[in-house]
């Protein structure tokens, strides 16, 4: 079994930055992917983010150039650096990990742009 657990969620003004993190723990098979997700307020859960256990990333399109997704193995860690928020970045954003195993979530962790 694998735990994640997110934290540095909170609010933030409008134009300023957050940095999720994503500790992993338990049985971790490699290889293996690290995304962020994101559900805004009654909408589905979106990809925001993803990282392969050689460093290849994948952004969604409303996030590139302001989201930065990066990984520390030794660590079992996992980051997204959030720049330049926007009110429509708002959501409980979740840490997910998918290996050949299974795949795992983090109980999620809320950020709230104010404009």
């Known amino acids: 079994q694998v735990q994640l657990v997110e934290s540095g969620g909170g609010l933030v003004q409008a134009g300023g930055s957050l940095r999720l993190s994503c500790a992993a723990s338990?049985?971790?098979?490699?290889?293996?992917?690290m995304g962020w997700y994101r559900q805004p307020p009654g909408k589905q859960r979106e990809l925001v983010a993803s990282?392969?256990?050689?460093?290849?990333?994948n952004y969604a399109a409303s996030v590139k150039g302001r989201f930065t997704i990066s990984r520390d193995n030794a660590k079992n860690t996992g980051y997204l650096q959030m720049n330049s928020l926007k009110p429509e970045d708002t959501a409980v954003y979740y840490c997910?990990?998918?290996?050949?195993?299974?795949?795992?979530w983090g109980q999620g962790t809320q950020v709230t742009v104010s404009s």
């Open positions: 997910n990990l998918r290996s050949w195993r299974g795949v795992y």
């Open positions: 338990g049985s971790i098979f490699s290889p293996n992917t």
């Open positions: 990282i392969d256990s050689g460093g290849n990333t």
